[in-house]
């Protein structure tokens, strides 16, 4: 009886969300939430849609933070088109659509209209010139976004916000072309009132005890009270499941739990591409461990099938990256099958790596940059994230890196490792400014990116190269890369052609 309980409060609590946060004409599935798209210039990509009142699509539109782009839509495919095996969730519409050629590079949100309505995916689709070569990216894990909750569970937000607000100031500089989070981004209860360390206080469970699960999902993605959450990283953020990733149902009860995670988060076994390399994004807590995710060998089961499914349609790329949460649970047979030179993993909050299988594939997690409750080991465990470099079948890690001196200080005294600072206001009411990055790392920083905003104008620079110009009515917003050596200061100068 108290699992009936708890699943028709779930099924309750999940129906008002939908209701309240979604137009009533549809939702867009897919690039949503937990996975965005990659789009280039002049090429197109699939959005999948649950088109619940069957209306005609009027227009598909990218927004960014200076212009908004139309897309050609290709075509219109209606039918049951299903995205995770195990749930069997589906949406009824797959619209193609075709990005212009002269779209700016941009993460941008995306929008489908029909009859008046609007259902928006937020920072969801990253439009790219070309897949870059070399690229890299950033890995981070276990966030615990909501486990310690400041201010009331009506009125409060993410302790967590407070580190990864700062964390996510120091990406921004670095510009990876992506961020992969393996698991935990949120937390399975909240702990109130907790004491200096991060424990005590009270614990909720419940699917009414606020902050409800669609909270605690949108402090993660979207941030709360000025804090930023993971949608403030300026390239595309792709999360996957960890074992704390639900609240209010049973953690034995598998298929609430992944539909829980289908509903606030989108898909939750993926691949994707950027250029040759390719990324397996697995589940190995929400999905049960006979189905979907078998004990014995956790991809000979559903979530196998999708990935093996993807690899066949896209090729095997040149490099291969699989993400999931534990480190102790690994597929050796499917990586030494498929190849995959590097595992993601997190769980464990301390940095650490290894080789498995016979490829070999390297293992590795990065420690967790922002996690409540780890205040007594944060030398060894807190702040920290890892760069990796792909450069055609080769690749490179950084050691772990620590985005702040001391992640136990007050928010407002962090000493981050890496800043940006302008010499004039940054807002487009200046002819001339200076930007002055400053790395504390022992490590290079090739390719980091400044945003001028700038009054209307055409510019010369000083110490980088341009990426990209942006022409609004009133601006001119300028994207230029530079690259800072480890422990040096270096100041890029802008100011108009003459």
């Excluded at 197109?44 to 212009?67: A, E, H, K, Q």
């Excluded at 309505?117 to 276990?142: M, N, Q």
């Excluded at 829980?260 to 989108?266: H, T």
């Amino acid at each position: 009886m108290k699992y009936l309980n708890s699943k028709i409060t779930f099924t309750i609590t999940i129906t008002f969300l939908l209701l309240s946060l979604f137009p009533s004409f549809g939702k867009i599935v897919y690039p949503w939430r937990a996975v965005p798209a990659f789009a280039e210039q002049n090429k197109g990509f699939v959005i999948l849609f649950n088109n619940t009142t069957y209306s005609d699509i009027d227009s598909v539109i990218l927004s960014g933070p200076f212009n908004r782009v139309l897309l050609k839509i290709d075509s219109i495919s209606t039918g049951r088109f299903t995205y995770d095996l195990f749930t069997k969730e589906d949406v009824n519409n797959k619209i193609w659509v075709r990005v212009p050629e002269s779209t700016p590079e941009e993460l941008y949100d995306l929008k489908v209209f029909s009859h008046g309505e609007v259902s928006i995916s937020r920072k969801s689709v990253k439009v790219l010139k070309e897949f870059k070569s070399p690229h890299f990216f950033i890995h981070i894990s276990d966030t615990h976004v909501s486990r310690q909750w400041e201010g009331t569970g009506e009125a409060g937000y993410a302790k967590e916000l407070e580190l990864l607000d700062k964390f996510i100031e120091v990406a921004n500089i670095i510009n990876p072309d992506f961020t992969i989070v393996t698991g935990d981004i949120i937390h399975h209860y909240s702990r109130l009132d907790a004491d200096s360390l991060g424990w005590g206080g009270n614990k909720l469970y419940e699917a009414d005890q606020r902050p409800l699960v669609e909270e605690k999902y949108r402090n993660y993605f979207e941030g709360s009270k000025g804090f930023s959450g993971v949608q403030a990283l300026n390239g595309p953020v792709f999360s996957l499941p960890g074992n704390h990733d639900s609240y209010g149902v049973s953690r034995k009860d598998h298929l609430a739990m992944a539909r829980q995670w289908n509903a606030l988060c989108g898909k939750r076994v993926y691949g994707f591409s950027y250029g040759q390399t390719r990324v397996l994004a697995a589940d190995d807590y929400l999905g049960d461990p006979v189905v979907d995710i078998p004990d014995a060998s956790p991809m000979s089961g559903l979530q196998g099938k999708i990935l093996d499914s993807f690899l066949i349609e896209n090729g095997p790329g040149t490099v291969r990256i699989m993400a999931q949460h534990r480190p102790d649970r690994i597929d050796t047979s499917f990586l030494d099958k498929r190849k995959i030179n590097i595992l993601l993993n997190g769980h464990r909050h301390n940095p650490h790596h290894e080789y498995v299988g016979s490829t070999p594939t390297l293992s590795i997690r990065p420690g967790t940059v922002c996690r409540s409750g780890e205040i007594e080991r944060w030398k060894e465990n807190l702040g920290f994230f890892r760069i990796f470099y792909i450069n055609g079948d080769q690749f490179e890690f950084t050691s772990p890196l620590r985005f702040c001196e001391d992640p136990t200080a007050p928010h407002e005294e962090l000493k981050l490792n890496l800043t940006l600072d302008f010499k004039q206001d940054n807002n487009g009411t200046n002819s001339r400014n200076e930007a002055t990055i400053e790395n504390h790392f022992s490590v290079d920083l090739p390719r980091c990116k400044v945003r001028f905003v700038m009054g209307k104008a055409n510019y010369h620079i000083d110490g980088g190269v341009i990426q990209q110009i942006i022409h609004t009515d009133d601006k001119t917003i300028v994207d230029v890369l530079t690259d800072v050596q480890s422990k040096s200061i270096k100041r890029i100068n802008i100011y108009p052609e003459q």
